[in-house]
């Protein structure tokens, strides 16, 4: 005698246990046809689910956010039907939905071609087409083993012997003929499957993501509630595509990768300068937030790293090296522990707190080749790194001051879509749980205090403390993780720091707050440049100006006024080469030059230049001085 209650707080009676689906129904015909899953207590379940007892129940449907993983996952076994039924003797092993789409890997000795993918898709039209029910079954173990070794699926039988818990059941989906072992739930037919999916790209993956095993074949597919979400999002890629920071980075004469140094960016006159107003600016910010600068070094001893915990906890990813006198030491993968070494030298007292120390840190991490992702993801890169030591009472109050910094500088370069997340203690950490609380609670006051919404991500922390993250959302609507703020109080304990309290006693541990709003220079390059698709703004462009002359006549007016320019802090280029000026500007422009200074015997004779952006705007003739004036009236505040 099951009552539902449902979202808007209404409960219906049953008499007898009842499917979602019934429930469906019972509310409405349209509902029952549109259900694509249920939510009972919070969990998700097929629509066939029977409830026998009361319950809290959603109808999912395509509006729900839930209902895209739904799809992506049918998707993945309708992908997995398609294979199997045009290429026979093709083993099938996971197919989960990730994020924008869904892949299943494969284990077959020919390899699938492009060409393969169209016809696979085309296939998963018909299945769909077929509207065939997905019905779940329960199998005795044993029993399910001998079906799937039976028809030659070893990978099946490997994932029910090693990775489903002995007392977990085994579920089995099946749709018409084929079938999957699979915890679910699915869509009720694949005929409730949208046409709007795409297959990919084709990927290799070893056997469970360990290289000893069998190399696999994956097929990555995308799939969406309709084909207008499709075609947004194929859209999407595409502009990714055009904006890749890689392809623009060699265009633009940026930087460039070699296999001498994996992970590490070599950076051309044109992107170091970029690096280097990076720094400029945040030097500016910083100094008038109060911080001061200090570096430190990039290789330190061992027992450094096991006094932070880093040696014990993120070993896996530090290089290291061993001296002749037998000494280890590491590459810094973090600046924090170099940091608390400056704070700890000479006397400290609350009158010097809060103490903002900045350091723009060279650190070094390994990850894996396969992980490695042009500016993205790097081995050696630049933090714009800053320590605060402050008191307990102080802690809450540089919290709000961090984050209205951060968001005020990430307004600056043109993001103002900022998702805050707040990822609270780990399973694996240093710290008693009273201190965390009060690491946690400062984070979540000052969050709440400024009015911001924020996401809550139990469990990712940093295992010494509790952490903001935020996510910057570019001009396609790409999300990305920049900045963080973590709140702690057990290195300072690790590594024994106090200072002189105001009753005179001498062991007060400071709370220290990490800071990057970067986070990384190389990686918010990165992004900078997918974000203006190599259009930087002229405050931060590498070079602002090109001044191009139409004939070598004007060439000794044009070098006085590059001298000009500069010497008003303007980044500008001379182009005395002999070509037609029409083409100057053409490749002036795909440089993505902000202005374009042209330069003929009218202008030598007024002294002026004719002034045009790089988007093709006339802004018509003006004096030497008057442009400088311009440019900076237009970069005011930024340079």
Not at 164 to 186: A, L, M
Not at 394 to 420: P, R, S
Request: glycine fraction near 8%; charge should be negative; include cysteine.
């Amino acid at each position: 005698m099951p009552q539902i209650t449902l979202p808007d707080g209404s409960s219906r009676q049953f008499d007898h246990s009842i499917s979602v689906h019934d429930v469906a129904a019972d509310i409405g015909a349209g509902l029952a046809k549109a259900a694509l899953a249920g939510k009972v207590d919070g969990q998700l379940v097929d629509t066939s689910f029977l409830i026998e007892q009361d319950a809290e129940v959603a109808i999912i449907t395509a509006k729900n956010d839930e209902a895209l993983e739904l799809i992506r996952h049918d998707a993945a076994h309708v992908m997995a039907q398609a294979v199997q039924e045009l290429f026979p003797g093709t083993q099938v092993t996971i197919g989960p939905a990730i994020e924008d789409g869904f892949y299943y890997d494969f284990a077959r000795e020919e390899p699938f071609t492009p060409d393969d993918l169209l016809t696979i898709e085309k296939r998963m039209q018909e299945i769909v087409g077929r509207d065939l029910p997905i019905e779940r079954e329960v199998w005795e173990r044993e029993e399910a083993k001998r079906t799937f070794a039976g028809i030659g699926e070893t990978f099946k039988v490997e994932i029910i012997e090693d990775v489903i818990p002995e007392n977990e059941e085994v579920s089995v989906y099946r749709q018409g003929d084929w079938f999957d072992v699979c915890r679910g739930p699915h869509l009720p037919s694949t005929g409730k499957l949208p046409k709007a999916f795409k297959l990919m790209k084709l990927a290799g993956a070893y056997w469970r993501g360990n290289s000893d095993n069998e190399m696999l074949q994956r097929i990555y597919g995308t799939a969406w509630r309709d084909k207008k979400e499709l075609k947004a999002h194929l859209h999407k890629l595409e502009e990714a595509e055009k904006r890749d920071h890689r392809k623009l980075g060699r265009k633009l004469d940026l930087f460039h990768f070699a296999d001498e140094a994996p992970g590490s960016v070599f950076w051309h006159p044109k992107g170091w300068a970029l690096f280097l107003k990076l720094i400029d600016y945040m030097r500016r910010r910083q100094e008038e937030a109060g911080y001061i600068e200090v570096n430190t070094p990039d290789v330190m001893d061992r027992s450094l790293w096991e006094t932070s915990g880093h040696w014990f906890n993120y070993r896996e990813n530090m290089f290291s090296t061993q001296t002749e006198d037998e000494r280890i030491f590491a590459l810094k993968p973090m600046n924090c522990p170099g940091s608390v070494s400056m704070f700890a030298q000479g006397l400290k007292s609350y009158r010097d707190l809060p103490l903002r120390m900045a350091e723009f840190g060279k650190v070094h991490r390994y990850e894996p080749s396969g992980a490695l992702h042009g500016l993205m993801r790097v081995r050696h890169f630049t933090q714009d790194d800053a320590h605060v030591y402050c008191t307990e009472e102080q802690m809450e109050q540089e919290c709000i001051d961090v984050v209205a910094l951060v968001l005020n500088i990430y307004k600056d370069f043109g993001f103002e879509d900022v998702v805050i997340k707040l990822s609270t203690r780990p399973e694996k950490r240093i710290g008693s749980d009273d201190v965390w609380d009060k690491l946690e609670g400062a984070l979540t006051n000052a969050l709440e205090v400024m009015g911001l919404d924020y996401v809550l991500y139990p469990g990712e922390g940093a295992f010494y403390g509790p952490k903001l993250e935020f996510v910057l959302r570019d001009a396609i609507g790409r999300d990305w993780q920049c900045g963080t703020l973590q709140v702690d109080m057990n290195l300072p304990e690790r590594f024994d720091i106090s200072y002189v309290d105001e009753s005179g006693g001498r062991d007060k541990r400071p709370v220290m707050l990490h800071r990057a709003l970067f986070g990384s220079l190389e990686r918010f390059i990165g992004i900078l440049i997918e974000h203006y698709e190599g259009k930087f703004p002229a405050w931060l462009s590498p070079v602002q100006a090109a001044i191009l002359t139409i004939t070598d006549k004007q060439d000794s007016y044009v070098r006085e006024v590059e001298k000009r320019l500069k010497a008003n802090g303007l980044r500008v280029i001379s182009d005395l080469r002999n070509e037609k000026v029409g083409f100057k500007i053409r490749e002036h422009t795909l440089q993505a030059i902000p202005y374009l200074l042209v330069v003929g015997d009218r202008e030598v004779e007024n002294g002026e230049l004719a002034v045009r952006t790089q988007s093709g705007e006339d802004l018509g003739t003006m004096a030497v001085d008057d442009f400088a004036s311009l440019v900076r009236e237009r970069t005011r505040n930024l340079q």
